[in-house]
């Protein structure tokens, strides 16, 4: 069964870099068809899809944070990351990874979340 | 600011039906598959329908979806109060070549 688990610093300061890990179990990150997703939340809002990458590498941005916004992906580890740099305080969230399944672009499984707080 | 609108609230006494709209245009909907997630609060959300109508395994069959043109609809018949979450549609949009959610609606059972 494939399980996904975020993994990071809960608390960044302003103008810093958010950086998470996700770690996925039961499955390789580099299977054909797949892709591998970060989504935020901020606390009473909605889902906000933030990027993915595939596992031919290609990679993809919401247009709202694309030039702060890198995706990684390490097969050794059968990890991905997400960096975020000039954090503000808009950035605070819960933040999800998650499967993209690249032939119709459903979401499933998902991480539990990590909630991630900007503030000095 | 999401590109797809759904009711902000809908609600119905229990063992009725509610239905939730998901209004996109042709870049996103008109032209890709759209999926359904369930989230209750402090948890992640959960993948309900995909391919416009499909059921995942255990996803009871009072749920169900469907797709219009431009817009896409959750239908959750048999209304129970462990119904009672957000629910969010989802879908790529070819012009942005991203994700995207709607809005979220939260399900009352009265």
């Known amino acids: 069964q494939l399980q996904l688990q975020e993994s990071g610093p809960g608390l960044v300061k302003p103008s810093d870099t958010l950086s998470l890990t996700c770690t996925v179990s039961g499955g390789s990150i580099s299977i054909s068809g797949y892709c591998w997703a970060w989504i935020r939340q901020p606390a009473g809002k909605g889902l906000e899809w933030i990027a993915i990458?595939?596992?031919?590498?290609?990679?993809y941005f919401n247009p709202s944070v694309k030039s702060r916004v890198t995706i990684s992906a390490d097969t050794s580890n059968n990890q991905f990351s997400l960096r975020l740099t000039s954090v503000t305080a808009a950035d605070t969230a819960v933040y999800y990874c998650a499967r993209h399944v690249s032939y119709s672009d459903w979401i499933d499984p998902w991480g539990q979340g990590t909630l991630v707080t900007v503030s000095s | 600011q999401s590109v797809l609108t759904q009711p902000p609230s809908v609600s119905a006494a229990p063992g009725q039906k509610v239905t939730i709209s998901c209004s996109g245009s042709?870049?996103?909907?008109?032209?890709?598959?759209v999926s359904w997630y369930q989230q209750f609060p402090g948890t992640a959300p959960k993948l309900l329908i995909y391919d416009n109508n499909k059921r995942p395994s255990g996803i009871p069959d009072r749920f169900s979806g469907s797709k219009s043109d431009t817009s896409a609809t959750l239908g959750i018949t048999g209304l129970q109060t462990g119904d009672e979450a957000d629910y969010y549609c989802?879908?790529?949009?070819?012009?942005?070549?991203?994700?995207?959610f709607g809005t979220g609606t939260k399900v009352t059972v009265l």
């Open positions: 990458i595939c596992h031919n590498g290609m990679t």
């Open positions: 989802g879908t790529w949009d070819t012009s942005l070549s991203a994700g995207v």
């Open positions: 042709s870049s996103n909907i008109g032209d890709k598959y």
